[in-house]
């Protein structure tokens, strides 16, 4: 399932003690709907660039921001508003920050923007929250699912894997919150244990990979590199347990 946001007060708050890596990768699915600035994941300090985020612009495109030895954004060149399921993954290696998308319709993913960045994350007293800023503003419209959370860079062919199913790549994985989307709390499956505490979004329908699809039911032994053609990663097609 996923979690449906409502574009005014609905939020999941994991709170300032989830790790807070120097260099790290944040993948998840959204559907946003509405042309609504909003923060479907963040791990900032209410009401400045401490941390890290990802926006949904007024102009209609999904940023991601981090605060080092400066602010630097990143910007995507689709456009996810209204426009279905989008898989994304935000990379920061300590010297370069990089965006990464596929629709739910393409298998391509792409690299769609980078920019230089150095030095270690300055979080101050983030609080990591999915659905608005950390100081209660900022509203995402939409829905959000299979939110992963590492404390390292992750490959191209991590990034693929994690894709169809976060918690197949478990090395340095220190959050991953599938949003149920019931209850009054949500799950980490990650050995943090850090649960989420959900304040009113509604249970939406998932997205077409992740763990609630038959996609999961993969033998990573059969795992092949994605190919690289034309400057993109194509994904190689684990092979199905049936």
Known sequence: M???????????QMGTTVAKPNTFTVTFWIKATGATVGFPVNYREGGIHRGWNALITAGNK????????????????????????????MVYNGATQGLYMSSATNRVINLED??????????????????????????????????GYWNRPLSFFEITVAKRNVGMISRGLIGYWPL??????????????????????TRAAHPPLGRYTIHNRYDITQVITPVLIGGKFFESGPKRMY
């Open 2 to 12: 996923a979690r449906l946001f409502n574009g005014t007060s609905d939020d999941i």
């Open 62 to 89: 999904l940023r991601f921001s981090t605060d080092a030895n400066a602010v630097i954004d990143t910007f995507s060149t689709s456009t996810v508003v209204d426009n279905g399921w989008w898989f994304a993954a």
């Open 114 to 147: 980078s920019d230089t960045q150095t030095g270690n994350i300055d979080y101050g007293a983030a609080n990591f929250r999915i659905g608005e800023a950390s100081e209660g503003a900022s509203n995402y419209t939409g829905s959000v699912a299979e939110v």
């Open 180 to 201: 149920w989307g019931s209850g009054g709390t949500e799950k980490d499956l990650s050995t943090s244990n850090n649960i989420g505490i959900v304040n009113a979004p």
